[in-house]
């Protein structure tokens, strides 16, 4: 047998190779279910964390409801040592009733008040809260018109003791001592203590030297501190006001407004005329506010009508010079919409995470959820120190800027990552215009959310939600 045809060891080395071939393998029907899954849980899981980051919003409200009364206990403690809010009332003729009378005192009205004054208003500081105080100069003037008690009282009353009352809420204010002109002849006020307005200013005046249904001429210079408010009682028959003022941010309240006023950035001047007809009692007054006058006099006083009983509270006006500081009310404001800053900050992150296909983990979302909210904490430490609007503005800049930041590290695009911080800095000025407005604010939101949506619904558009890979 020969041997020539049969390859030795080293030919087999050049045989081809035989090439194996896998089987064909199936994808799993439920593969692509899988995926799709995925998508579903990874908004669910976002949805948890939005929910999870709303929990510090009361938390925030609270601190600063806490920060607002701080800065009111400073103003208290700047009130008390200057002086409390102020209310003129006077002057009035108050003829007392006898110890043994029954009958309640008499306070008689003027048929004119007239009162002109500058009222110069500055700011004292507490810390870093602001309150505004103020030093008026007031001039009073005008005419009582008595009438004389019926002869079956005369007994029950002391007309010996007749005497004018000036009230003030805060008599401590004064700054100079009162002298009342009456009849021509001046009277030194001094303080005294009335059963119904509590301290007053009084003087004795002699009613012999009056003759019934003719005018008396009076006339008297307040001088006097107070804290943020001053207003007036309507007394006289006919009451006109005059005033001027260096406040530029004046708010003119009460029962009347004025019926002239001009407001400039150097301060302001007002003018009130009121008339008996505008106010619902009537030139003799029994009883000042009977619901904060002791109950044993209440019995009594029910026998007199109601047009000669004064609820003060009812019937006072006046200005309140007010420190143009809201920074508490529009950072509660501005916290209102963080939820709208989490959900679409987080919408928007997802669309660029399925248009990239990039995985952005739940951590990475609650981190920048921490970032919005931080927003709100840098908002309210400027707002303190600076205007709400450039603490608005660099609050936004450095939020913006670290989440712009971070998803330029996390997306490794950061084209994509800019125009992510572009959209949240549109946002936030969005919510500072809604911020700033009150008449249209409503408006004004309701067609920005309906383009928010409009851009959302867009958006999903390019995003396939069952896509099988």
Not at 145 to 167: A, G, M
Not at 332 to 361: C, G, N
Not at 417 to 443: K, P, W
Request: include cysteine.
């Amino acid at each position: 047998m020969t041997t020539e045809n049969i390859p030795n060891e080293e030919g087999k080395k050049n045989w081809p190779e035989t090439v194996k071939v896998a089987p064909p393998t199936k994808k799993p029907e439920n593969q692509g279910f899988f995926k799709n899954a995925r998508v579903g849980i990874k908004l669910l899981i976002i949805g948890i964390l939005s929910l999870i980051l709303l929990i510090p919003i009361p938390i925030l409200l609270h601190f600063i409801d806490e920060r607002d009364s701080t800065a009111e206990a400073a103003k208290r403690e700047i009130y008390e040592l200057w002086g409390e809010e102020q209310c003129v009332i006077g002057p009035m003729l108050h003829i007392p009733a006898n110890s043994s009378s029954k009958l309640p005192d008499i306070y008689i009205l003027p048929e004119e008040l007239n009162i002109q004054g500058n009222v110069v208003s500055e700011k004292r500081s507490r810390g870093i809260y602001d309150a505004m105080v103020y030093t008026a100069d007031l001039d009073l003037d005008g005419t009582f018109v008595t009438t004389f008690l019926p002869e079956d009282s005369l007994s029950q009353y002391n007309l010996e003791k007749t005497e004018i009352l000036v009230s003030l809420n805060d008599i401590r204010g004064l700054t100079d001592n009162v002298t009342f002109n009456f009849n021509g002849k001046d009277y030194k006020m001094k303080v005294c203590k009335d059963k119904q307005l509590g301290t007053t200013l009084h003087c004795t005046v002699p009613m012999s030297e009056i003759q019934e249904g003719e005018p008396v001429q009076y006339s008297t210079k307040l001088m006097f501190r107070g804290s943020e408010k001053l207003n007036f009682m309507p007394l006289g028959n006919v009451t006109e006001v005059n005033l001027t003022s260096n406040c530029a941010s004046p708010s003119f309240q009460g029962n009347s407004l004025p019926i002239t006023r001009t407001v400039s950035d150097t301060g302001f001047t007002a003018t009130w005329k009121t008339l008996a007809i505008n106010r619902d009692f009537e030139q003799k007054v029994y009883v000042w506010d009977m619901y904060s006058y002791y109950d044993g006099y209440n019995e009594d006083y029910y026998k007199y009508n109601k047009e000669n009983i004064c609820c003060k509270s009812n019937n006072e006006f006046g200005v309140e010079l007010k420190v143009p500081v809201l920074q508490y009310q529009q950072t509660t404001r501005s916290i209102k919409y963080a939820y709208l800053f989490i959900f679409l900050t987080f919408a928007t992150v997802f669309f660029v995470e399925q248009h990239h296909r990039t995985k952005i983990h739940p951590i990475q979302y609650l981190l920048i959820g921490i970032a919005l909210i931080m927003f709100y904490t840098l908002l309210l430490s400027f707002c303190e120190h600076i205007p709400f609007l450039w603490a608005y503005i660099i609050a936004m800049l450095m939020t913006n800027s670290l989440i712009t930041a971070y998803l330029a590290g996390i997306l490794k695009i950061r084209k994509t990552a800019l125009l992510v911080g572009l959209l949240l800095t549109v946002l936030y000025i969005f919510i500072y215009i809604l911020l700033q407005l009150e008449t249209y604010a409503l408006l004004t939101g309701s067609i920005g959310l309906f383009v928010i949506l409009a851009i959302l619904m867009y958006a999903s558009q390019k995003v396939k939600w069952y896509q099988q890979e």
